[in-house]
């Protein structure tokens, strides 16, 4: 089982970078996949970023060429660069775990980060 806490939220200007960081405790962190999501008010929760156990990341097209998926599994930690943002990427922003690779609905989430770009 694994707890996940967020961190590094807040309010920038569109064109602005922010590094997003999710700690986990818990047992076995290199062996999940871990991932981080968003919700924006009025809108479905979406996957920004995924990154596997394996280390292999994922992105889609939103996000694509502005966002950046690592992990350091000697801290129990993965982050989120985000570059070049603009007032669409406003938003909770969630980290999530589930093993091997994050899914739609993963087991394991933080308790959110917000982010807000303003224009």
């Known amino acids: 089982q694994l707890q996940l806490v967020e961190s590094g939220g807040g309010l920038v200007q569109a064109g602005d970078s922010l590094r997003l960081t999710c700690t986990a405790s818990?047992?076995?962190?290199?062996?999940?996949?871990l991932g981080w999501f968003r919700q924006a008010p009025g809108k479905e929760r979406e996957l920004v970023a995924r990154?596997?156990?394996?280390?292999?990341?994922y992105y889609p097209a939103v996000t694509q060429g502005r966002f950046t998926i690592s992990r350091d599994n000697a801290k129990n930690a993965f982050y989120l660069q985000m570059n070049n943002l603009n007032p669409e990427d406003t938003a909770v922003y969630y980290c999530?775990?589930?093993?091997?690779?994050?899914?739609?609905?993963?087991?394991?989430w933080g308790q959110g980060t917000q982010v807000t770009v303003s224009a």
């Open positions: 999530a775990a589930e093993q091997l690779v994050v899914t739609a609905s993963p087991d394991y």
């Open positions: 818990g047992r076995a962190f290199a062996d999940y996949g």
């Open positions: 990154i596997n156990r394996g280390g292999t990341p």
